[in-house]
C-alpha cells in the first residue's frame, strides 16, 4: 500500500470509497462524497490523502481547516476517512490518519479535532472533550 496526496484523476474513486465505506453505517445521511467535494471547491482541503493499493483507491481521507470557539488559530478537522469495507481493519484507516496529522504538523498544525466514534480515535491519541 502507498499513501500519497490526492490528484485531478483521482476524484471519482474517492467519491466511490467514500460512498461504500459509509453505505451501511446508519448514522450516515450518506453526503460525505459531497462535503469532499465542497471542501475542494472551496479550497478548504488543506490535506487529502488517498492510500493506494495496486493502483487502485482503496481509501481516503480529508483535513480541512476549522474555527476553535476560544480564537486558537491552527486547528484542522479529520473527516471524511474512509476505506473500502473489504479492506478495513487491516491497518489502512490507522496509516492514512498518522500521515495526514504528520503533514499537518509540518504546516504548522496546532490541534486537530473530529466526530467520530470514541472507540476508535481514542486508540489513535485523540481525547474525548467530554472526559
Ligand atoms: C473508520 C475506518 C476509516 C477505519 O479504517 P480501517 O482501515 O478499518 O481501520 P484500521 O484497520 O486502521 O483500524 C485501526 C484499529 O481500529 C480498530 N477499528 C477499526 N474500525 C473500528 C470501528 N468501527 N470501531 C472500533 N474499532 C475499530 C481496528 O480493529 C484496529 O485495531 P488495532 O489497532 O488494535 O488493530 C473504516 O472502518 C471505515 O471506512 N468505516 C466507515 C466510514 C467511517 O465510519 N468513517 C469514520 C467516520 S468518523
Not at 466511490?16 to 446508519?26: D, E, G, M, R
Not at 483507491?57 to 473489504?86: C, K, M, N
Amino acid at each position: 500500500m502507498i499513501i500519497r496526496n490526492e490528484t485531478g484523476s483521482d476524484m471519482e474513486a474517492i467519491s466511490k470509497v467514500t460512498i461504500a465505506a459509509f453505505k451501511s453505517l446508519a448514522i450516515s445521511q450518506h453526503t460525505e462524497q459531497f462535503i469532499i467535494n465542497a471542501l475542494r471547491k472551496a479550497n478548504a482541503l488543506t490535506v487529502s490523502l488517498v492510500a493506494e493499493i495496486d493502483g487502485q483507491v482503496v481509501g481516503h481521507i480529508a483535513f480541512s481547516p476549522v474555527t476553535i470557539s476560544d480564537g486558537s488559530t491552527g486547528w484542522y478537522g479529520l473527516g471524511p476517512v474512509s476505506v473500502f469495507p473489504e479492506h478495513q481493519k487491516k491497518g489502512i484507516g490507522k496509516s492514512l490518519i498518522h500521515e495526514g496529522l504528520s503533514l499537518l504538523k509540518k504546516k504548522g498544525g496546532q490541534g486537530c479535532v473530529l466526530v467520530g466514534h470514541p472507540d476508535y480515535y481514542l486508540r489513535l491519541g485523540f481525547q474525548n472533550i467530554r472526559n
